[in-house]
């Protein structure tokens, strides 16, 4: 495609042309002639060669904040020069750059590559993808223009931050309640032997036992004996409401934030947690122990954007059947609009499980974007205090967590009891 | 961006090993970008010359300006003649200007790198030095004057005529400056990186083109009388061609000189504003592509095909409009010599076909016939073919460690 120089000059040579006819001029229409053979001779190349890209990344999974290395290599795979080729790379808007560049200029010799080396900083959890790459050729004299995509993305998922938690913030009056695995002389997922069986296909090959294979000439699998473990369930407000604040702070972020942290001190503790997101629908992912959970867990709760209005008492209705009985449950919740807050706290606590609230207080995250008078807060704010107090007359422990507060420090809120 | 060349600091990594940056300092003194910016001084100066061999020396140039401006106030103008060049034949007479003009424009540039405290401290003393050149002497001379005759008095006719000398050293100068417009400008555009200089320059040299093509229109330069006279013009209708290729004549000395002006003019253009383009996209490069060998290199590769390509692109634009001025003739003589019918013979006796309208007809037929070769001839194929055979086709080593810094 011509650029607008080429347009310029091949317009203004034939203008010149036509000038110099009408007024007998012969440098005018020498000088045109000369503007239109440059467009000529220009034209002869354009485009470029077949180029490969490549595009590696330090990591397919990362934590909130952290920086992400990404190599892009381009190769010239055709027998000419590229040309002058800028080699843009797409980057998601959200992720900002902290070293390097994500495009080049460059004119590749036949074979020849380049790298193109650049560091980004991941502040926003979610699903993300890298790409396609923009190639624009232009001839050296900028003349023509062409522009492609290679059609490469690389996918990334950005986990929620993982605090760190203390042991001590989360002891229970309950004695039962995480105290981590015990074994039970039943078969199922666990670390100590149990007996052998008989292979049964969709066993995991680790499973296979091979001495016993070798001794029999069947295959068997080792049976592991099944961990008691304290079952703990997480629900996440993930209502269209807890958008409210910055993009990086506000009571959705500090709530997933709050839920990986929780998930990952329990898994390592070797219980099993349960994750149900609620906005517009509900989400649940059904309570299990070890890496997989965890991985399971960070990829929900990576993907968790705010929607929806599904109140809390229809949550607590539809998942009570699967509720271990007397397990700890954790309601991560503004408890901003939504009346049925108190009723399902109420009904939670009835049931005989531990019931903890933690509730990441959204006037404050509201103030962060917009004035609020000094006495709408105050009253807002004592509407809150006397939402939370409702929930903690009800028998649950109720958490009031400040923007600015750190999630360790916020826990620290029910200690001693 | 010239303001920021010299606050940028050197980089090494520890020391005597100092490697190659983007670092605007150490890339202007690289050989791709100095080469560049001679190409395009000497393309600025040969145009220069082509311009005022062709339509100024001799018919309108700045020592008969002088000469006309000594005649009518009846005595010499301040300025030395061995600096206008007065005295002097043909393109002698702007040797020494052209000199001039070069060093203008070259301090000019060498302003613009300074910090803006200097170029503040250098243009006052240049203002100030003007000032007391005009008025000084009138000014000292009076006001001793009316010092010694203890009156206040306005100046005397003596005390004005000391004005006369300043005020005529001032004229000329102005006008040698405007005469060597194009080259002062293009000087300072093309040293200085400044794009609108380059445009200056070139814009002015079209101008003057311009208004001397409406000038030497015959019904304009007829009502000019012997002003219009004393114009230079270039005569339309041709005769035989004496410059070719191959043997084979192709233009007269007179289209050669035109053609030299046009592709000198993009030469010109294409190296000066090209040196910008790449010093700006090598400035605005975040702090650790600078140092990236991978850009550095990929740098060169550019630099080194703009190179290239001014000289071949350039030069075939000029062979290309050679050989489409003489087209022409060649399908004349096919013509001729192909069919020997009735028509034949008329078409080749036509006046008109070999007059002006033939010319460029014929001329931007065959560029339209080399427009469309590329959709016939694979050029891509054949660059590739030519490298092939030049044995640039071999894949360079990647570099799998980089030399300096690390991301």
């Known amino acids: 495609?011509?650029?607008?120089?080429?347009?310029?000059?091949?317009?203004?040579?034939?203008?010149?042309?036509?000038?110099?006819?009408?007024?007998?001029?012969?440098?005018?229409?020498?000088?045109?002639?000369?503007?239109?053979?440059?467009?000529?001779?220009?034209?002869?190349?354009?485009?470029h060669g077949e180029v490969e890209v490549q595009r590696t990344l330090s990591a397919d999974n990362l934590y909130k904040g952290d920086d992400l290395y990404v190599e892009l290599l381009v190769t010239n795979r055709s027998n000419r020069n590229t040309q002058l080729l800028e080699v843009y790379d797409n980057i998601p808007h959200e992720m900002k750059l902290r070293s390097g560049l994500n495009q080049m200029r460059l004119n590749l010799k036949p074979g020849e590559s380049a790298r193109i080396r650049y560091v980004l900083r991941c502040p926003l959890r979610g699903h993300y993808s890298i790409g396609p790459v923009s190639l624009r050729s232009r001839n050296t004299f900028n003349l023509g223009v062409d522009e492609m995509y290679v059609d490469h993305h690389s996918d990334i998922v950005i986990f929620p931050q993982i605090k760190e938690v203390e042991e001590a913030f989360l002891r229970s009056r309950t004695p039962k309640m995480?105290?981590?695995?015990?074994?039970?002389?039943?078969?199922?997922?666990?670390?100590?032997?149990?007996?052998?069986?008989?292979?049964?296909?969709?066993?995991?090959?680790k499973n296979i036992n091979w001495k016993a294979f070798a001794r029999t000439g069947e295959l068997m699998v080792n049976e592991k004996c099944r961990d008691a473990v304290t079952d703990l369930y997480l629900l996440l407000d993930s209502r269209d409401i807890s958008r409210i604040g910055t993009v990086l702070k506000n009571p959705l972020e500090m709530g997933t934030v709050s839920a990986a942290s929780l998930a990952a001190f329990f898994l390592k503790r070797r219980d099993s947690v349960a994750l149900a997101i609620f906005d517009e629908k509900l989400s649940y992912l059904p309570p299990d122990t070890g890496d997989k959970q965890y991985f399971k867990i960070l990829s929900a709760l990576a993907g968790v954007s705010p929607k929806g209005a599904m109140p809390l008492q229809a949550v607590t209705n539809s998942l009570s059947g699967r509720f271990s009985r007397g397990s700890p449950v954790f309601i991560i919740s503004s408890c901003e609009g939504d009346g049925t807050v108190p009723a399902a706290v109420r009904d939670l606590v009835g049931r005989g499980h531990e019931v903890t609230v933690l509730s990441p207080s959204s006037i404050d995250f509201e103030r962060l974007v917009s004035r609020i008078p000094r006495m709408s807060y105050e009253v807002l704010k004592l509407e809150r205090q006397n939402r939370l107090t409702t929930l903690?007359?009800?028998?649950?422990?109720?958490?009031?967590?400040?923007?600015?507060?750190?999630?360790?420090q916020a826990l620290m809120q029910v200690r001693g009891y | 961006m010239a303001d920021d060349v010299g606050l940028q600091k050197d980089v090494t990594v520890g020391g005597d090993y100092r490697p190659r940056t983007l670092h605007l300092k150490l890339l202007r003194k690289q050989w791709q970008i100095l080469a560049l910016q001679i190409i395009a001084t000497v393309a600025l100066v040969g145009m220069y010359l082509e311009v005022v061999s062709t339509y100024v020396v001799g018919s309108?140039?700045?020592?008969?300006?002088?000469?006309?401006?000594?005649?009518?106030?009846?005595?010499?103008?301040?300025?030395?003649?061995?600096?206008?060049?007065?005295?002097?034949?043909?393109?002698?007479?702007?040797?020494?200007?052209?000199?001039?003009?070069?060093?203008?424009?070259?301090?000019?540039?060498?302003?613009?790198?300074?910090?803006?405290?200097?170029?503040?401290?250098?243009?006052?003393?240049?203002?100030?030095?003007?000032?007391?050149?005009?008025?000084?002497r009138l000014v000292v001379s009076w006001g001793f004057g009316m010092l010694t005759s203890f009156d206040l008095r306005l100046p005397d006719q003596a005390e004005l005529s000391t004005l006369e000398w300043p005020l005529l050293m001032i004229l000329s100068l102005m006008i040698l400056f405007m005469y060597l417009l194009p080259v002062i400008m293009g000087t300072r555009g093309i040293w200085g990186l400044s794009r609108r200089s380059i445009a200056w320059s070139i814009g002015f040299t079209l101008l003057f083109l311009g208004i001397h093509a409406i000038l030497a229109f015959p019904l304009i330069n007829g009502q000019l009388g012997s002003y219009g006279d004393a114009l230079t013009t270039v005569e339309t209708q041709f005769t035989e061609p004496t410059i070719g290729l191959f043997g084979l004549m192709l233009v007269t000395n007179e289209q050669f000189a035109l053609i030299m002006i046009a592709v000198l003019i993009m030469v010109f253009q294409e190296s000066s504003y090209g040196v910008i383009r790449y010093l700006e996209y090598a400035y605005r490069l975040p702090e650790s592509c600078k140092r990236d060998p991978e850009y550095v290199r990929q740098m060169d590769n550019v630099l080194n095909t703009h190179l290239k390509h001014t000289f071949g692109f350039l030069g075939l634009t000029g062979i290309a409009t050679m050989v489409a001025l003489g087209f022409h003739s060649v399908l004349l003589d096919i013509v001729e010599g192909s069919t020997g019918s009735q028509w034949a013979g008329q078409v080749s006796e036509s006046i008109e076909l070999s007059l002006t309208y033939g010319l460029v007809i014929?001329?931007?037929?065959?560029?339209?016939?080399?427009?469309?070769?590329?959709?016939?001839?694979?050029w891509e194929r054949v660059w590739g073919l030519v490298n092939t055979i030049r044995g640039e086709n071999q894949a360079a080593p990647v570099a799998a460690t980089k030399d300096v810094v690390d991301l």
């Open chain 1, 1 to 47: 495609m011509w650029t607008r120089k080429a347009s310029f000059t091949f317009t203004g040579g034939i203008a010149l042309v036509l000038i110099g006819m009408m007024i007998s001029n012969l440098q005018m229409m020498i000088l045109g002639l000369t503007f239109v053979a440059f467009i000529v001779v220009n034209s002869w190349i354009s485009g």
């Open chain 1, 178 to 205: 995480y105290t981590g695995a015990t074994t039970l002389r039943t078969p199922g997922q666990g670390s100590e032997f149990y007996s052998l069986r008989e292979y049964v296909p969709g066993d995991p090959f």
């Open chain 1, 392 to 408: 903690a007359g009800s028998g649950a422990q109720v958490i009031d967590w400040m923007p600015d507060m750190d999630l360790s």
């Open chain 2, 60 to 136: 309108i140039d700045h020592t008969m300006l002088f000469d006309t401006i000594e005649v009518l106030i009846g005595q010499q103008l301040p300025i030395g003649d061995f600096l206008t060049g007065e005295g002097s034949s043909g393109l002698g007479r702007f040797s020494v200007p052209l000199v001039l003009g070069l060093t203008l424009g070259g301090s000019m540039a060498l302003l613009a790198f300074q910090t803006p405290k200097t170029q503040q401290r250098i243009k006052l003393g240049f203002i100030i030095t003007l000032i007391v050149m005009l008025i000084g």
């Open chain 2, 362 to 378: 014929s001329a931007l037929m065959f560029l339209s016939i080399m427009a469309l070769l590329r959709f016939f001839v694979p």
